[in-house]
């Protein structure tokens, strides 16, 4: 490898040739079983996802998603990865969920999910970092402080 120093610009159309690095190709991640397996977070709830070709069922902790998350919030944003890809019933999700309340729990299944069809098909990275759906919410819980009720709330002042 030679070094150059680029001195104008008729230089810079010369020396991008020599400088381009190759572009890395990124593999599917599947398994024996044709699945893709991923870890999603949020909060204090962690997801183990594993995404395989199917009709759509979405199994939480061996239960329906319906049946274990009780409000229609939960599975809006449960679906949120395939809704984005234009994947719905399209992949049949398995995961087991632990920590956390049930909204963390939520969030931390569609980190897994979208974690884990970027693995299943490399194409889709795009769509799914545009919409931040790969990327960890890291907001948590505020402490508590000494003094206060809550994190922020101060005891009531009185007059007399």
């Not at 893709?36 to 594993?50: C, E, F, H, L, N």
């Not at 759906?133 to 007399?160: F, Y």
Request: charged share 30%; with cysteine; proline share 3%.
């Amino acid at each position: 490898m030679t070094k150059s120093s680029v001195n104008d610009l008729k230089d810079l159309a010369t020396a991008a040739p020599a400088a381009e690095a190759e572009v890395k190709v990124r593999e599917p991640k599947i398994d024996a079983q044709g699945r893709s397996y991923a870890t999603g977070r949020r909060k204090d709830a962690v997801a183990r996802v594993w995404v395989k070709p199917g009709r759509g069922k979405v199994t939480v902790n061996g239960r329906e998603q319906d049946v274990y998350f009780g409000r229609q919030t939960h599975l809006l944003v449960l679906n949120q990865p395939f809704l984005i890809v234009n994947r719905v019933n399209q992949f049949d999700v398995v995961c087991t969920v632990a920590g956390g309340g049930l909204s963390g729990q939520a969030g931390a299944i569609r980190h897994g999910i979208s974690r884990a069809l970027q693995y299943y098909e490399p194409e889709l990275r795009g769509a799914l970092k545009a919409a931040g759906m790969l990327t960890r919410d890291s907001r948590m819980v505020e402490r508590k402080k000494i003094g206060l009720h809550k994190a922020r709330r101060a005891k009531q002042w009185v007059k007399r």
